[in-house]
């Protein structure tokens, strides 16, 4: 039985924010974590309160949020209609273990550019 | 008049700022009119004069114009329709979403972006969606200077390619369920753009190298982008009438030189001449005798020209030098001449030793044309915007694309590719240009009027994004409106013509800039006659018009200076 994750983004320009005077890279992941949801047959639904001002009205939760502790209770992330998060977008990790997904490699590996090292080496990027 | 034969539906008037796009779009279709035409003039410049030229306050919807049976006209307000635009999203949830949210959403909706969507979806709707005309029989659309004008026609493309592309299912404009309707309407845009049955294109020049130069690249930009039908008016020819006059010869002399080196790409077009007059083109009778040249005109002498000692341009270079570096801005309507000005300050500015950068946002500019070539000290450069977007959306995806998987990297790379990121691109560029100004002179020849209010308008609404931003915001950026707002940092130099119009826009324009904050360091009045000795019936009515503009400069200035009426700008 799949899940639907839902994220009430805060008032912006572009899901990847890549509009405005500067880039926040939170945005860019997150954008790239939910298409990989996605990619995995998660049903993810997005709305930016800029511009679907109605989605965040119809939900009665999200309401309540915004009605208690203002616009910085966003971006909220529901869980088949549960808030799991608050304030912040969680990571990869957690997201697939709220939607039941067995991760099949941790999303460092994906730094090709990063040989492994050892803990206590400097970082190389 | 060539471009009146068997005229379209449509018809677009654009050219170099100050070429008389407005006189000649309202001329044309105030024939249009008198001839039995149902006619919806459009102005589609944020800085429109539409209303002082037909003497009537004009809104967003269709005015009828009373000196004029069946014409009717409207502006296009960037502003105004990013307000409706705001309202539309914002008032069915008053009372519904706290109020900090809504104004979290109008805050979002104030930027660059939303502007020019905006008043694009208000022209797209006139060309593209027959029912919002369907009551006038001709479109005649006055357009902004040609950068601003081609990037507008350019939109409709490119919205269209980006919404076909785009498969991530959200984009600047909304969600991308809810635009089929919108993408119909931009593909209908931009068919009816393409459609010579049912558009022309006219290029409004001056018998000038410079504007013809400028009328003949946008003839090659249009071709590029299917414009099938374009003609060709040169406004503003000049005959001496007064041998013995060097000025009326050489004014002249210059006109005839400049149509027989006619650029190749014009030569061939439809063209219609229309005299200089010794009048301003205000107000429906003036307008009608531009193309017929009937009626009483006899203009109002009783007016000497003034005898003021104005000084010229020379004059402000001390106060300009004496930090030794700042950035000095010329800002003005299209063709007051802002980019000789800038040229000139650069050339003095180095000539005193100082090193210069010589910079433009206008995207139609060509300010190395215009110094004529390299001069020691001075190093030009020019925000292009294809160039900063390509440059822009490159450092993005080595940032912040840098961590993101594959498919992460996808959807980055395909919302930089929509058009907004080029707002977003110059707006960065013109901050790091202010920001040499702290180690150096930077001359900065502005684009015109309306496209770099919206410019200073996205500064602000950025500027307020930044304070509440958690992204990485560049220290140019950041520091960007507290510098144009100190005038020790910041020189502008207000540039106009002894005429009413440019006038009364650089007086907007004052008004405008100090809501930013930014009060004008200087009013540089170019191409005046006052300084000269003209004797051609002509000119002398046009020098004695001049007295009343340079009075109306002087009190609203702080320093005024003049520089006489050139052959050679």
């Not at chain 2, 003034?306 to 030098?321: G, H, Q, R």
């Not at chain 2, 240009?433 to 602000?460: M, Y």
């Amino acid at each position: 039985m799949s899940v639907t994750i839902q994220v009430f983004d805060p008032a912006m320009c572009c899901a990847t924010g890549v509009c405005g005077p500067s880039i926040d890279p939170e945005l860019a992941r997150i954008s790239a974590d939910l298409e990989w949801l996605r990619g995995q047959g998660v049903a993810v639904e997005r709305f930016n309160l800029s511009q679907e001002p109605g989605a965040f009205a119809g939900a009665p939760l999200v309401q309540q949020a915004l009605q208690a502790r203002g616009v910085e209770c966003l971006p909220l992330v529901l869980v088949d209609g549960r808030i799991v998060a608050e304030g912040t977008y969680p990571a990869r990790e957690t997201l697939a273990a709220l939607a039941g997904i067995v991760v099949q490699k941790p999303v460092a590996a994906a730094k090709a550019c990063c040989p492994p090292k050892a803990v206590g080496e400097p970082k190389c990027c | 008049m060539q471009h009146l034969e068997a005229t379209p539906r449509h018809l677009f008037f654009t050219g170099k700022g100050g070429v008389g796009k407005t006189s000649v779009a309202t001329a044309t279709a105030i024939a249009l009119a008198d001839g039995g035409r149902r006619v919806l003039l459009v102005s589609t410049d944020p800085a429109s004069n539409l209303d002082e030229v037909l003497g009537v306050a004009l809104g967003p919807s269709p005015t009828a114009i009373s000196a004029v049976p069946g014409l009717a006209a409207l502006n296009i307000d960037p502003e105004a329709a990013a307000h409706a635009y705001r309202e539309r999203i914002v008032a069915p949830y008053r009372g519904v979403l706290p109020a900090a949210a809504l104004r979290s959403i109008e805050e979002q909706l104030s930027g660059a972006c939303t502007v020019e969507i905006a008043a694009f979806d208000e022209f797209s709707k006139l060309l593209g969606d027959p029912a919002a005309t369907a009551e006038f029989d001709h479109v005649v659309f006055d357009t902004a200077p040609t950068g601003h004008t081609l990037r507008l026609l350019e939109l409709p493309a490119a919205w269209t390619g980006f919404l076909t592309d785009n498969v991530g299912g959200a984009s600047c404009l909304g969600p991308l369920a809810g635009l089929k309707a919108q993408q119909a309407l931009y593909a209908a845009a931009q068919r009816t753009l393409t459609d010579p049955t049912a558009t022309r294109i006219v290029l409004v020049s001056r018998a000038e190298r410079a504007s013809l130069r400028e009328a003949a690249r946008t003839a090659g930009e249009l071709h590029a982008l299917g414009v099938g039908d374009l003609s060709l008016v040169i406004n503003g020819v000049f005959a001496a009438r007064d041998l013995t006059d060097p000025i009326a010869v050489a004014l002249a002399q210059r006109g005839v030189q400049a149509l027989a080196e006619m650029p190749p790409e014009l030569a061939g077009l439809p063209r219609s001449e229309v005299a200089l007059l010794p009048f301003g083109l205000v107000g429906v009778p003036a307008l009608r005798a531009l193309f017929t040249g009937a009626g009483d005109m006899t203009p109002d002498l009783s007016q000497g020209p003034t005898t003021a000692n104005v000084p010229p341009l020379d004059a402000l270079l001390p106060e300009l030098e004496r930090r030794g570096h700042g950035v000095i801005m010329t800002m003005g309507k299209g063709g007051v001449g802002k980019t000789s000005v800038a040229v000139a300050i650069a050339v003095e500015l180095a000539r005193r030793g100082h090193p210069v950068h010589l910079t433009t946002t206008d995207p139609a500019a060509h300010v190395q044309e215009a110094l004529g070539g390299p001069v020691a000290g001075i190093r030009v450069s020019r925000i292009d915007p294809v160039a900063e977007t390509r440059a822009y959306a490159d450092e993005v995806m080595r940032t912040a694309g840098a961590p993101l998987d594959p498919a992460g990297r996808a959807l980055l790379a395909e919302d930089l590719r929509s058009p907004c990121t080029e707002e977003i691109a110059v707006f960065q560029a013109f901050a790091r240009v202010v920001d040499e100004g702290e180690a150096g002179f930077v001359v900065i020849d502005t684009a015109p009027t309306g496209h770099t209010l919206l410019l200073l308008d996205a500064t602000e609404a950025y500027h307020r994004e930044v304070e509440r931003s958690k992204g990485q915001v560049p220290e140019a950026v950041r520091a960007l409106l507290p510098r144009l707002r100190d005038p020790e940092a910041t020189r502008v130099l207000l540039v106009t013509l002894p005429e009413a119009t440019p006038v009364h826009e650089a007086a907007q324009l004052q008004k405008d800039l100090d809501r930013a904050g930014i009060r004008p360091f200087a009013w540089v009045v170019n191409q005046c006659l006052t300084p000269l000795v003209v004797t051609d019936p002509v000119l002398v009515q046009r020098r004695a018009r001049e007295a009343q503009y340079l009075g109306e400069v002087a009190s609203l200035s702080e320093r005024m200076v003049v520089i006489p009426w050139s052959a050679d700008r």
